[in-house]
Structures are given as structure tokens and as C-alpha cells.
């Protein structure tokens, strides 16, 4: 099993650019959760999903779309890029109370 | 809302013991966990506790007492790979949310 995989590894943007982060995991869960971690500022809840089909708000949602087409998959969207979602991303799924990250995306924003 | 507090950075000796607080403040909490990263790393699952009292696995324990809104992780027999940053977080609803995390410097 690969567990939770993200891509791109790596990202440069421009401000005003748009692109698509996504994650992938091959262990049926049903939920799963899109962070950003800052320096200092641990790991905030931008979205998550309870199921396929579903998305939800977490701590910091705004700048940022997802969508739960498949089960195994949750793409976060960035519509326009600014220079404040600068940020590495990780992705996890969960079974029951545990959850699995993956290796994240270094997103930077000029 | 919910927030969580816990110390910025600890430092331990090799082989030492050292424990890393979290308090909370949230509404509909029903469990505490523990994670682990190091630098360059993504998060890993260390421990949870859904009901008061101490869990233990290996090394490492956690303990939660609901009625003081607190929780904590004992590191015992501390090694260098020990050296990582420590998250509490409180699984609310269907959220999981992460304090700031603890820097954790052991001393050989």
C-alpha cells in the first residue's frame, strides 16, 4: 500500500495563478482533511470530507475549494494564488482516531 | 471555538524522562491525541485518549483528565531520535485540530 500521496512534491506560483494539490490514498477511508503548517502556527484545518461527495469548512477555509469526486481522492484548489498561501500543505486520511498524513507540497507564492 | 495550549519548546537529557502538557478549551471535545514530526517530515500518529486515565505504548504515554480540561505526553528513556516537534489535538465533531506544537531538545 502507498498510503496517503500528494502531488506536487514542489510548487512555484505567481500571484493570481491558479493550480490543483492532489491527494490520493489507497486504504478506504472515508474521511479525509487538508491542513497548512506555518512556522509557529502548527497545523490549521483549511477542508475536510466525511465521505465521497462531501467537503466541509475547517479553521481556515477562505482562498481555498476542494472537491470529493472519488472516495480515494480530495483535490484542493487554489483559485487565485496570493502571496500569503505561501505554506506547506499536508493531506490525511482517518480511521477512527488515527490519522495518516502524507509527505506534503511546499507551495510558494510570488 | 476551541484552542489549545502547550509549551513552544522543552529540552531533556539522553535517557531522561520528559513530559509536554496540553491544555484545551472547546466545546464537544471527546478525545485527545498525540503526533510526532520531524523536520522535513509529515506528522505521525503517536497516541490517543478518549477516556480519562494513561495509555501506554512503549516508550511513550498520554494521559487526559476531562474535568481539568488537560492532557500530557510522557516521553521515557528519551533518545536523540526523540528530537521532533509534538502535537496535541482535539477531535471535535468531525474535525481534528492541532495545537502549535511542542519543540522537543534533548542533550546528549
Known amino acids: ?110 | 471555538g476551541q484552542s489549545l495550549e502547550q509549551p513552544s519548546e522543552v529540552t531533556a537529557v539522553e535517557g531522561a524522562i520528559v513530559q509536554i502538557n496540553c491544555t484545551y478549551q472547546t466545546s464537544g471535545f471527546y478525545g485527545l491525541s498525540w503526533y510526532q514530526q520531524h523536520d522535513g517530515g509529515a506528522p505521525t500518529f503517536l497516541s490517543y485518549n478518549g477516556l480519562d486515565g494513561l495509555e501506554e505504548t512503549g516508550r511513550f504515554s498520554s494521559f487526559l483528565s476531562r474535568s481539568d480540561s488537560y492532557g500530557y505526553l510522557l516521553l521515557q528513556e528519551l533518545q536523540m531520535k526523540d528530537s521532533a516537534s509534538y502535537f496535541c489535538a482535539v477531535h471535535r465533531d468531525d474535525k481534528i485540530i492541532f495545537g502549535k506544537g511542542t519543540r522537543l531538545h534533548i542533550l546528549p
Request: aromatic share 12%; glycine share 10%.
Open chain 1, 1 to 110: 500500500n502507498a498510503g496517503v500521496t500528494q502531488t506536487p512534491k514542489f510548487r512555484v506560483l505567481k500571484t493570481g495563478q491558479s493550480m490543483t494539490l492532489l491527494c490520493a490514498q489507497d486504504m478506504n477511508h472515508e474521511y479525509m482533511y487538508w491542513y497548512r503548517q506555518d512556522p509557529g502556527m502548527g497545523l490549521r484545518l483549511i477542508h475536510y470530507s466525511v465521505g465521497e461527495g462531501t467537503t466541509a469548512k475547517g479553521e481556515v477555509p477562505d482562498g481555498y475549494n476542494v472537491s470529493r469526486l472519488k472516495k480515494q481522492n480530495f483535490l484542493l484548489g487554489l483559485e487565485s494564488a496570493a502571496p500569503s498561501q505561501t505554506s506547506v500543505y499536508f493531506c490525511a486520511s482517518s480511521w477512527h482516531d488515527e490519522q495518516y498524513f502524507g509527505p506534503g507540497t511546499r507551495l510558494t507564492v510570488t
